[in-house]
């Protein structure tokens, strides 16, 4: 899903490497989000869930009448830090389809993707620890804004490399299972696209996404409840 096509890996996006882990451990989790995308109401449902050891798997969906997008991160902590093993990418849009799988291979050093992908997207890109795939950055960037770290990140994604930085941008309420709370509001722009989210305390996931392009909302996930 490449900008609108693929706007899951730009909230992924969001925030980059490094995403070494603070004190709090990871949890399994569920989370419900209300979506607008492509002008439409949707729904969005994110998972974290534990497979074995210390391997763990991160998914996300959207799904309305028009589309039906979804990604999926098989990854391990690793000396403090996320590293992602392989990836999912896939998309159908009104007739339109697209998925895209993802390895990364961490004794070569190398990340290679497959399927409908053009071939200098598939690799091998040189990969080195701390790097990120695009969606684990979601979790990456809830933990390093609790922890007071810099938003600085290199995400290792759909055939290439991407240094990306974030900044605070103010605090502003939102609300999570009913209470409002107070949230850390972060942005990052990349030409005429901004990336914003929304991060609460203790929360493993932003409590909002917001994609805007050409100063227009594409794409708006809010959390509605997490367990």
Do not use: C
Not at 19 to 35: C, E, N, R, V
Not at 37 to 49: E, H, I, K, R
Not at 135 to 145: E, M, T
Not at 159 to 174: D, N, S, W
């Amino acid at each position: 899903m490449h900008t609108l096509s693929r706007p899951l890996s730009l909230f992924a996006a969001a925030t980059l490497a490094l995403a070494s882990l603070p004190a709090l451990a990871l949890q399994p989790f569920k989370a419900d989000y209300q979506a607008s995308y492509m002008g439409m109401q949707a729904s969005g449902v994110m998972t974290l869930a534990q497979e074995n050891g210390n391997r763990w798997r991160y998914s996300l969906s959207i799904k309305n009448p028009m589309a039906d997008l979804s990604q999926s991160t098989l990854f391990e902590e690793n000396e403090g830090q996320m590293r992602p093993l392989s990836s999912s990418d896939r998309s159908v849009l009104l007739v339109k389809k697209r998925s895209v799988e993802g390895t990364y291979d961490w004794n070569a050093g190398q990340a290679t993707w497959s399927g409908d992908v053009k071939p200098e997207r598939r690799g091998p890109v040189a990969i080195k620890p701390g790097d990120l795939d695009a969606l684990l950055v979601n979790l990456a960037i809830a933990r390093d804004v609790a922890a007071g770290k810099t938003l600085s990140y290199r995400m290792v994604d759909d055939g290439r490399v991407k240094p990306m930085t974030y900044r605070v941008v103010g605090k502003e309420a939102v609300t999570v299972n009913g209470k409002q709370q107070q949230a850390t509001k972060v942005s990052r722009t990349d030409g005429d696209k901004e990336l914003i989210a929304w991060i609460v305390p203790d929360l493993p996931v932003p409590a909002r996404l917001l994609q805007r392009e050409k100063g227009q909302d594409a794409l708006d996930l809010t959390i509605r409840s997490v367990r």
